[in-house]
């Protein structure tokens, strides 16, 4: 399984960005992905998680303003990202789990079998 980030960049605070993580490959469980966002000095931190046709899940930092969706015709996980602070800076990585047993938590790293490459946000 192959994930792969794009849209990240350098914005003015206020401004946003769409991030785009398109997954390929068998034995990927499509109902169960996440963002997370890593910044310099700082832990792995769950940005917002999809399973199926639910609405997402958030982290609160980020809660009205950003949007988790998924586009199943094309294996694409996207997140828009509005209103966008200095405090969003930070590496971005889609997340996305295999097919196996356990609870799925969507902030949690462990819940999560592969990794895209991330995409850098800088917000000054």
């Known amino acids: 399984v192959q994930l792969v980030e794009s849209g990240g960049g350098s914005v003015r605070p206020g401004g946003s960005l769409t991030l785009s993580c398109t997954a390929s490959?068998?034995?990927?469980?499509?109902?169960?992905l996440g963002w997370f966002r890593q910044a310099p000095g700082k832990e792995r931190e769950g940005v917002a998680g999809?399973?199926?046709?639910?609405?997402?899940d958030y982290a609160d930092t980020v809660k009205g303003r950003f949007t988790i969706s998924q586009d199943d015709a094309d294996n694409t996980l996207y997140l828009q990202m509005n209103s966008l602070k200095p405090e969003d800076t930070g590496m971005y990585f889609c997340?996305?789990?295999?097919?196996?047993?356990?609870?799925?938590?969507?902030?949690?790293?462990?819940?999560?079998?592969?990794w895209g490459q991330g995409t850098q946000v800088t917000v000054s």
């Open positions: 999809i399973t199926g046709g639910a609405p997402g």
């Open positions: 997340a996305g789990r295999q097919y196996r047993s356990g609870v799925w938590r969507w902030d949690s790293p462990s819940s999560y079998d592969f």
């Open positions: 490959g068998d034995a990927f469980n499509a109902n169960c």
